[in-house]
C-alpha cells in the first residue's frame, strides 16, 4: 500500500500548526517562567 | 516530502516576508528577554537569547531565498527553539529535543518547495592563454608615463584581439611581445630620470602603428575565413537546390 502524500495546502497547514504548537508554545513557556522567575 | 521544486527565477519581493509567521509566533520572546533581564537570571536570558537568535537566523534565511535556504532555516529555527525551551522554558533536555524536532519538523513542511533562485554563479576561470603576465605588465604600463600612452593602449588593443583568437596571431603575439618589452624598458629609464630623446614620439607611433596593424592583421583573417564559409555554404544550398 503507498502512502498517500499530502496536498500542498495540506502541507502548509500542517507546518503552520507544528510551528505554532513548537515555537508559539516555547515563547509562552519561556514566559511564565520569565514572569514566575520575578516572583521567586 | 516533496524535492526541491522551485524555479530558478529571483524571487520577488514578498519573499522577504516569508518569515514573517514564525516572527509573529516567537513574539512572547521578547517580553520574555525583558522579564529575564529584569529578573537577571542568566540561563533564562540566554534560552530567551537562543530561542530569538534563531527565529531571526530562519527569517534572513528565507528573506535570502537562495537554494536550499529554507532547509537551513528550518534547521536553524528548530536549533534556537530547542535551545530556548531547554534552557528557558523549562522543559529540559528531553523537551528542548521534542520542541526542537517539531520546529524544524513544521518549518520544512510551511516552507518546502518554495521558490528559490540558484547560488550564485562562481567566478569565471582565469584565461588559460598565458597571457597574464603580459597583462599585468600592461596594466602597470597604462597606469604609468603618459609619454607612452598611446602605445600601450594600442598594445592592450592588440591583447584583446589576439584573447579573442588564443590558437592564432604568431606574429601578432610577437609584435605585442617586442613592444611591451621596449614599452617597459623605456619606462624603466623615464623613471630613473631620464631625458627622453626627440625621437621618441615617433617610436611611440610606429609601436601604437605596429600594434593596430597587427590587430587589423588578425581581424582580416577572420573575415576572409568568414568569406569563405558564406561562400561554400551558398555553394551547398545551390547544389541541394535550397536557394
Known amino acids: 500500500m503507498k502512502p498517500v502524500p499530502l496536498s500542498t495546502p495540506a ?13 508559539g508554545f516555547t515563547g ?8 514566575a522567575g520575578l516572583f521567586r | 516530502l516533496n524535492p526541491y521544486r522551485g524555479g530558478d527565477k529571483l524571487p520577488t519581493w514578498w519573499t522577504a516576508l516569508r518569515g514573517v509567521p514564525i516572527a509573529a509566533m516567537a513574539l512572547p520572546f521578547i517580553p520574555s528577554l525583558m522579564l529575564a ?5 542568566g540561563r ?8 530569538i537568535a534563531g527565529v531571526v537566523a530562519a527569517m534572513a534565511r528565507l528573506r535570502r531565498a537562495r537554494r536550499h535556504d529554507a532547509r537551513q532555516a528550518g534547521v536553524l529555527l528548530g536549533v534556537g527553539t530547542g535551545l530556548a525551551a531547554a534552557f528557558a522554558g523549562g522543559t529540559g533536555p528531553i523537551g528542548g529535543v521534542v520542541l526542537g524536532l517539531m520546529a524544524w519538523g513544521g518549518a520544512r513542511l510551511l516552507y518546502d518547495g518554495v521558490v528559490e533562485m540558484a547560488p550564485p554563479a562562481p567566478p569565471p576561470p582565469p584565461h588559460a592563454d598565458g597571457l597574464d603576465p603580459v ?17 600601450a593602449t594600442a598594445m592592450r588593443g592588440l591583447l584583446d584581439e589576439i584573447t579573442l583568437r588564443p590558437a592564432e596571431g604568431t606574429q601578432a603575439r610577437r609584435v ?3 613592444g611591451v618589452d621596449g614599452l617597459e624598458r623605456i619606462a ?3 623613471a630613473r630620470g631620464a631625458a627622453p630623446p626627440e625621437t621618441l614620439p615617433a617610436l611611440v607611433d610606429d609601436l601604437a602603428r605596429a600594434a593596430r596593424d ?8 577572420e573575415t576572409e575565413a568568414l568569406d569563405i564559409q558564406v561562400k561554400v555554404l551558398q555553394d551547398r544550398l545551390r547544389q541541394e537546390g535550397i536557394a
Open chain 2, 37 to 41: 533581564l529584569a529578573g537577571g537570571n
Open chain 2, 176 to 178: 605585442l611581445m617586442m
Open chain 1, 11 to 23: 502541507r502548509r497547514l500542517a507546518g503552520f500548526a507544528l510551528l505554532a504548537a513548537s515555537v
Open chain 2, 135 to 151: 597583462r599585468a605588465r600592461l596594466a602597470a604600463l597604462l597606469s604609468g608615463d603618459p609619454r607612452l600612452l598611446p602605445a
Open chain 2, 188 to 190: 624603466a629609464r623615464l
Open chain 1, 28 to 35: 509562552l513557556l519561556t514566559f511564565v517562567q520569565a514572569v
Open chain 2, 214 to 221: 597587427a590587430g587589423h592583421g588578425l581581424r582580416a583573417t
Open chain 2, 44 to 51: 533564562l536570558i540566554g534560552g530567551c537569547l537562543a530561542g
